[in-house]
């Protein structure tokens, strides 16, 4: 076992980095489209109903277990098991995560190499290289290849780098220039004819599909990936917090962070879909559905951008740039799932573990690069429509059934001494035993239903 584990340093670097984990491309990109999809307010005002009442709890869970077992999932399970069969299901558990965890971050990592490629076209058309811009914003296999590895060698650089260094410095690097990118892009934004169209899309409810089971199963699904859940980043975050810190306090500040700029990132893209309507680029689809997947991001936008002419390298840079360093503060903690991992149990230095780990994440990213169309949606499918909601279900088995009440309750008397007459204490140890697990047994259903 590895003898001296990372902490965080202090408590805004555990907030920072457990809501860098938090805020990825699921936010800037998977949010909107879905609200947009799904009848905007309507799918808002849902999803922050369900960020907050279904996946805090399991949040709290995740981070509970992790702080106190100080350690990767597999090994936290296990101790906070006393059966044998338990123990061996809390294992068994642990590498369904890891597994998940890895293979999240390789089709991840191809989408954020994406962006990257987009952040240097501008650079590459500015400096008269026309063919390299054409190649960077092409579909190839060349392209997808080396900018997921670049972009997961990035990654590896900050986890090999350990979790004060690495996580933590870059995380307190990384967050506030994403939010000040995020700020100025919606100034510039609201200021574009058209844009008003799409906030009222946005922001008035269309109340007719707020009981569409549709529209609260993506919505769980997208609060479930938003906060990183089921997987063990969030456990193995918590497991680098000091004893001192009010938990239920530091879940509440992550969950909010999370919506506030997964709601912000809204404000940005919807408008900015009406932008480029009034501008004469089509946003809806053949189905009259408005664009959403990568044809938004990857034709829509940058069309719109185009058509700024020099205002538009500078917005296409800063938009880019936002995704790609929302996607390295999330990719991080997928990546320090197994390296915990590795290093725990296998007593690997962090050095070797980290760009061992990559480079096996880099192969399967290759793997799915080269079978692309029958394997891309399919690991996104299996990892966040069933693997994630699975996962959490299993943590918040384990965490009131399988361990005990008590073990609970002293772990989160440090850092919050009067916790058991607070309001968290009376309503959470139960409605994680019987609601959480109910509630994401439906929406498990629910997702197989509607394939
Ligand atoms: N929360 C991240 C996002 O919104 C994705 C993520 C999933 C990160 C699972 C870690 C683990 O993009």
Redesign the pocket.
Same mark, same amino acid.
């Given at each position: 076992m590895a003898s001296t584990r990372g902490q965080f340093s202090s408590k805004s670097g555990f907030i920072l980095a457990a809501s860098g &984990?938090?805020? =990825?491309? =699921?936010?800037?990109?998977?949010?909107p489209t879905n609200a947009a999809e799904n009848g905007g307010g309507a799918f808002v005002l849902i999803y922050f109903v369900l960020a907050f009442c279904l996946a805090y709890p399991a949040l709290m869970a995740e981070l509970i277990i992790g702080r106190h077992a100080k350690s990767n999932m597999a090994n936290a399970l296990q101790k906070i098991s006393n059966g044998k069969i338990s123990k061996n299901i809390g294992r068994l558990t642990g590498f369904y995560a890891i597994t !998940?965890?890895t293979l999240?971050?390789s089709f991840?990592g191809i989408v954020a190499g994406w962006m990257l490629a987009y952040l240097l076209e501008p650079l590459s058309t500015t400096v008269g290289l026309t063919s390299t811009s054409t190649w960077l914003t092409e579909f190839s296999r060349s392209r997808n290849l080396l900018f997921s590895g670049l972009f997961i060698a990035l990654t590896t650089i900050v986890i090999r780098a350990g979790v004060e260094q690495g996580i933590e410095k870059w995380s307190c690097r990384l967050m506030p220039s994403m939010l000040a990118l995020m700020m100025a892009l919606i100034i510039y934004v609201m200021l574009q004819e058209g844009a008003l169209e799409g906030l009222k899309l946005y922001l008035i409810p269309d109340f007719n599909q707020i009981s569409d089971p549709k529209l609260i199963a993506s919505a769980l699904g997208q609060a479930f990936? *938003?906060?990183?859940? =089921?997987?063990g !980043? $969030?456990l193995i975050y918590g497991s680098y917090l000091s004893p001192n810190e009010n938990l239920t306090t530091m879940g509440a500040i992550v969950t909010l962070v999370?919506s506030s700029i997964?709601f912000l990132a809204g404000l940005l893209v919807i408008p900015a879909i009406f932008v480029a309507q009034q501008k004469g680029l089509t946003i809806y689809n053949e189905t009259g559905h408005l664009m959403a997947g990568p044809d938004l991001i990857f034709q829509t936008l940058p069309s719109l951008f185009q058509g700024m002419e020099a205002a538009g390298l500078v917005i296409s840079l800063v938009f880019f740039s936002l995704m790609t360093i929302?996607?390295l503060t &999330? &990719?991080i *903690? $997928?990546l320090e799932?197994p390296v915990s991992y590795a290093i725990e149990n296998h007593n690997l230095h962090r050095h070797k573990a980290a760009w061992l780990i990559g480079t096996i994440t880099f192969v399967i990213s290759s793997f799915i690069i080269m079978n692309f169309d029958p394997l891309f949606g399919l690991v996104i499918t299996l990892t966040?429509e069933y693997s994630?909601p699975l996962l959490g279900f299993m943590m918040c088995i384990f965490a009131t059934w399988v361990w005990h009440r008590d073990q609970i309750l002293s772990e989160i008397r440090n850092g919050h001494p009067r916790i058991e007459v607070s309001l968290f204490w009376k309503v959470w140890p139960g409605y994680v035993r019987y609601c959480c697990p109910l509630l994401i047994l439906i929406m498990l259903a629910q997702t197989i239903i509607n394939h």
């Open positions: &984990s938090a805020v =990825g491309l =699921g936010n800037i990109w998977g949010f !998940t965890a999240i971050l991840y990936f *938003s906060l990183s859940l =089921g997987v !980043t $969030m999370d997964a929302a996607a &999330s &990719s *903690s $997928m799932v966040t994630q």
